[in-house]
């Protein structure tokens, strides 16, 4: 079983709303990430959480706060966002982030946010 | 700086027909090579993955790919396209010290026509 599931599969928030984005996967990974995907563009690193601590954090805006509470979860934080944050939020994981075999990452249906 | 590149942006094939997409990157080690699926609105699906060994790898939905070093390219192709394949591929490539970070291309996009 590859499954990596993500909650909810829509979201739509105002400017000032605080809402989290939820990523699982019982898989036994010990690497999770969090991508960001524009429309017609390729998916963007924002995060990566390896054996539950943060390793990769690309720059993100502090309105973006990642937690990982456990080795089979991935919470994403959202607060005070902007328009250009709506996209699609696509939650990923992989056995380890290094070596052969480990390395392939699997990826959740993804959140759909609208920021209004 | 490293890249991957897709240059086709849009391609369109007849069903039955044959499909080779291409992937070409820049890097100074061998990489981990990967190519995903998606589909309109949907998470990414993992095709096939190239790490070491046989240059030639098999997919799943009958695809397959070929790594040549030589070339820095790693292709896909699949010898007869159905029309549930219509979707958008990206080529990905990481290393073993990038710590989980995948550099992906821009995507292909492909149209199948009946």
């Known amino acids: 079983d590859t499954e990596v599931t993500q909650t909810p599969k829509h979201l739509v928030m105002g400017m000032t709303n605080k809402k989290s984005l939820k990523c699982e996967q019982h898989?036994?990974?010990?690497?999770m990430y969090w991508y960001k995907q524009k429309a017609k563009k390729p998916p963007e690193l924002m995060f990566v959480?390896?054996?539950?601590?943060?390793?990769i954090n690309e720059s993100v805006p502090s309105r973006f706060s990642p937690e990982c509470p456990n080795s089979s979860l991935l919470n994403l934080h959202l607060h005070a966002l902007q328009p250009e944050d709506s996209a699609l939020y696509l939650c990923?994981?992989?056995?380890?982030?290094?070596?052969?075999?480990?390395?392939?990452?699997?990826f959740g249906p993804g959140t759909r946010l609208t920021v209004t | 700086a490293q890249s991957v590149t897709q240059p086709d942006i849009h391609i369109t094939v007849s069903e039955g027909a044959s499909l080779e997409l291409r992937c070409n990157y820049s890097?100074?080690?061998?990489?981990?090579l990967f190519w995903y699926v998606q589909s309109p609105g949907q998470g990414l699906q993992l095709l096939l993955k190239?790490?070491?060994?046989?240059?030639l790898v098999q997919g799943i939905k009958g695809f397959e790919a070929e790594f040549k070093r030589s070339q820095s390219s790693f292709n896909l192709r699949k010898p007869s396209v159905h029309w549930s394949d219509a979707a958008e591929y990206f080529c990905?490539?990481?290393?073993?010290?990038?710590?989980?970070?995948?550099?992906f291309g821009q995507g292909t996009i492909l149209t199948v026509h009946p």
């Open positions: 959480y390896s054996y539950e601590k943060l390793s």
């Open positions: 990905a490539v990481g290393f073993s010290t990038s710590y989980g970070k995948l550099t």
């Open positions: 990923a994981s992989s056995r380890r982030p290094e070596g052969t075999g480990d390395y392939e990452q699997y």
């Open positions: 890097y100074g080690a061998t990489p981990y």
């Open positions: 190239y790490f070491s060994g046989d240059t």
């Open positions: 898989m036994g990974h010990r690497a």
